[in-house]
Antibody, heavy 120, light 105 residues
Framework: EVQLLESGGGLVQPGGSLRLSCAASGFAFTSYAMAWVRQAPGKGLEWVSV????????FYADSVKGRFTISRDHSKNTLHLQMNSLRAEDTAVYYC?????????????WGQGTLVTVSS | DVQMTQSPSSLSASVGDRVTITCRASQRISNYVNWYQQKPGKAPQLLIYAASNLHSGVPSRFSGSGSGTDFTLTISSLQPEDFATYYC????????FGQGTKVEI
């Protein structure tokens, strides 16, 4: 069974940093692109970042470019999101997702999410 | 950037109704559209990929169509468990979600 388990969320002050992790199991981790999607309270979904299965390519939404860094650890089947210079508007539930990249791209598996709150 | 405009933002329907949700892209994006369902307090789930392909395990009352700029998600006969929020997503250029459609009783 495919499982994605996020951790690392919490309360952080504006300007602070936080590192999210996602433990993946039940599939060949290195064969899949992985991504982060966030959802502010009461709002819609926003794609944040994606990293290819090999880890050699990363892409970011303009709203987080230069502040967030996505990475993956193949020895631990773990995805990370390093978030720096956090702002109030980064407050959201952050979902770890698996992305299929065959003929089309789509998010076929989602974690349960971890809440990040940026507030003083 | 490709923008995705969903309509309506919300709708009221009854069990057994046929429901259609539309998504319009700001430019032609072939069939690079996916649809997701999200229930309150839960993570989204994939329903349809590549505009018209039903994801494994999704009931056949869900269907998708469209190409170019206009896409639709149809629920042929609404069931109690279908009351949720639905999102379209484009993956033609980066990845963008529509603003969501809440289906209420």
């Amino acid at each position: 069974e495919v499982q994605l388990l996020e951790s690392g969320g919490g309360l952080v002050q504006p300007g602070g940093s936080l590192r999210l992790s996602c433990a993946a199991s039940g599939f060949a981790f290195t064969s899949y692109a992985m991504a982060w999607v966030r959802q502010a309270p009461g709002k819609g979904l926003e794609w944040v970042s994606v990293i290819r299965g090999s880890g050699d390519s990363t892409f970011y939404a303009d709203s987080v470019k230069g502040r967030f860094t996505i990475s993956r650890d193949h020895s631990k089947n773990t995805l990370h999101l390093q978030m720096n210079s956090l702002r109030a508007e980064d407050t959201a539930v952050y979902y770890c997702v698996r992305e299929q990249q065959l003929a089309q791209f789509y998010f076929d598996c989602w974690g349960q999410g971890t809440l990040v709150t940026v507030s003083s | 950037d490709v923008q995705m405009t969903q309509s309506p933002s919300s709708l009221s329907a009854s069990v057994g109704d046929r429901v259609t949700i539309t998504c319009r892209a700001s430019q032609r994006i072939s069939n690079y559209v996916n649809w997701y369902q999200q229930k309150p307090g839960k993570a989204p789930q994939l329903l349809i990929y590549a505009a018209s392909n039903l994801h494994s395990g999704v009931p056949s009352r869900f269907s998708g169509s469209g190409s170019g700029t206009d896409f639709t998600l149809t629920i042929s006969s609404l069931q109690p468990e279908d009351f949720a929020t639905y999102y379209c997503q484009q993956t033609y250029s980066s990845r963008t979600f529509g603003q969501g459609t809440k289906v209420e009783i």
